[in-house]
Structure formats: C-alpha cells, structure tokens
C-alpha cells in the first residue's frame, strides 16, 4: 500500500455520506478474536508473535472477503508512517507502539482494516459514514464467518469467545459511534449526557478510542462490556440510545441559533477567519476552530464550504499527515506553520 498517496486522499467515512452525518461522523464496530492453541499476545515471545503473523497475513490475503485488501507489516514502518495509520483510524496507538511481528490489512475505502497481533491475535474493524451500524454488522458478520472458515478460535461454550482484556470476553465485539457535539458542549449540557450513558454502561472516550481526550467537540461512545449479551442486543442498544442523543443535539442546536444567532454567528465567522489568514497554528487550536465551522455550516451559517472538506481537514492538519504531505519531518513550531499554510490553500485557495 502507497502511504503517500494515502495521505493525500479521504476514506468513505469521512465523505460525510451516511445518515445522521451532520452530527453521527461514523460508525464502527470492531471484533476481537484470537487463534486457539497460541498464547495472547502479551504472553507470546518474538518467534510466537512472527509465527502468528504469518499464519494470520498469509491467510487472510488468500481468503474470498468481500473487499480487496493490502497488507502492511507494521513493524517494519517509519514512526511516522504509524502515526499516519493511526490517525486514519486504520489502527490503534496501542498496535501502532507496541513491539514484535504485526500487521494491518486495509481496504481500499479504509472500510474495513484487520489488525494482527494487536491486544489480540486478531482484530476486525469496519468502518462507515454516519450513523450505520447495520451496515457494519452485516460487512464484519460476513468477514468474520470467512475467516473462520480457515482458522480455528479460542472460543469457549459457556464463556463464548476468549479475549486478552476480560471485558471484551463474550462476543468480543465493541460497537462504537464517532458523534460531533459542539452545542451540548458550549452549554455545557454535555455532562448530563456523559451521566446517563454511564448508567446504562455505555463509556465515553476522544477522537482517537481508549486512552484519547475529546477534540474538536468528537465523542465515541460504545458498549463497555460483551459477556452475557448477544452482538444483535449490543447493537440495539447503541442503536436506541444515540438517536436520543442526536435530538438533544439538534435541539440545542436550534435554541442557540434561535437565542443567541448573533453571538454564534460571530463565534462561527471568527473561527473561519483565523482557519483562513492564520500564520502559525496549533493542533489542538485547529480542531477548536473546525468544529465551530462545522457547526456553523450544518446550521446554514457558512454557505461556501462542505462538511466533507471539513472532515477531511479534521485528519488531514494532524502532524504526521502534515509531514507526510510535506515529505518531510517538522518540528513542532514548524508543523504549526505548515498546518496554517494549509489551511489558507484549502480554504482560501491561495497559498
């Protein structure tokens, strides 16, 4: 796979395609499965990981799934390069910093990517625009079967299938949905959110999964736990909760545009006149100013920019893409410089 001119291009989940996009940015479900007979991955040593791996990478590459796939031995990759997948969502820092033989196959829409030798032997992810958590079910469904026509499990009868992190032991399955939530974050309504999804057990994390800070007003909310519920029940109580979460949203959405139209307004035209002339700019500064223009677009209030080119700024001003688009490695102050003279191209078409 060219991750060069990956760089340059965007997956179908951020064409800003699927139902609910203005506010449902993707949705994921990924599986967690390993090889029976082998030891978890962090009780594998080098020649277990490189053994694992090539059974796993030569396997998949002959079996009839429903996507082309290109493989990528991760281990063998630049710093940079990892980085590169993960902020794609290909991958997981924790795949991306780990150590020992690993690799990720990868769809040529970045639809769907399985992970080898992440926490687990084998992790299958797919990937879509909006809110479509049917849709991935039935792609990961139909991947997972194929595969496991040709490797066997570790699965249990009465535990269901055995997975490194006890919480994931069951089903194996985390169904997860990307959510863009700028109004409930300025009313600071977003905590009554956070409150009520902890008592149904769903969790809340940032942009980038486990571990990660919300930015950019980008929440990922998913199932906690696996065992003892069915994937059709994770699946349906996701698919139950944030359609509540989309209309409390819109609705403070529409109280804002409503009552304060002015102040938004400005707030809005500010953050895409800085995003247009800035010299220099933050990381964290742009995915601020990005999200009130997102905002702003889906409520009417900018009338010359796409979501779609909005998602794709949201990845595409991140350092290791910036680097990558630049060929070259910069340094913090430098990347800053580079994000706001990219910034100025897209948006202003000027350079």
């Known amino acids: 796979m060219d991750l060069d001119a990956l760089s340059r291009r965007s997956g179908e989940w951020l064409r800003g395609t699927g139902p609910e996009s203005d506010i449902v940015v993707s949705s994921r479900i990924r599986l967690a499965r390993n090889l029976a007979k082998y030891p978890f991955v962090a009780r594998a040593d080098d020649a277990l990981k490189s053994e694992i791996e090539e059974l796993l990478h030569t396997t998949l590459l002959k079996l009839p799934l429903p996507k082309r796939l290109d493989y990528v031995k991760v281990d063998q990759l630049e710093s940079l390069d990892r980085q590169l997948l993960v902020e794609r969502q290909l991958i997981s820092r924790e795949h991306a910093e780990s150590e020992g033989a690993r690799g990720v196959c990868i769809s040529d829409e970045e639809n769907v990517s399985l992970m080898v030798n992440e926490e687990d032997h084998l992790r299958i992810q797919v990937l879509h625009s909006g809110f479509s958590l049917d849709e991935c079910w039935r792609e990961i469904s139909e991947i997972d079967d194929i595969i496991e026509e040709s490797v066997t ?199």
């Open 153 to 351: 499990y570790a699965f249990s009868e009465r535990l269901g299938y055995l997975t490194a992190c006890p919480t994931n032991v069951g089903t194996g399955i985390r169904v997860s949905v990307m959510l863009h939530l700028p109004a409930l974050v300025v009313t600071k309504e977003i905590h009554k959110v956070f409150g009520a999804l902890q008592k149904i057990n769903l969790t809340v994390r940032g942009l980038y999964g486990e571990g990660s800070q919300a930015m950019g007003d980008f929440y990922q909310i998913s199932n906690q736990v696996t065992l003892g519920k069915s994937e059709e029940q994770l699946i349906d109580n996701l698919k139950a909760v944030v359609p509540n979460i989309i209309n409390y949203e819109r609705r403070v959405r529409e109280a804002l545009i409503k009552d304060r139209r002015q102040e938004l307004h400005d707030q809005v035209s500010r953050a895409y006149g800085i995003l247009r002339n800035a010299q220099t700019i933050s990381s964290e500064e742009t995915m601020h100013l990005l999200s009130s223009v997102r905002l702003g677009i889906n409520l009417g209030l900018i009338d010359d920019l796409e979501i779609p080119t909005i998602n794709e700024l949201f990845i595409h001003t991140q350092p290791a893409h910036l680097q990558k688009l630049q060929k070259r490695h910069l340094e913090s102050a430098e990347r800053n410089v580079a994000r706001a003279r990219f910034l100025r191209h897209r948006l202003s078409g000027r350079s």
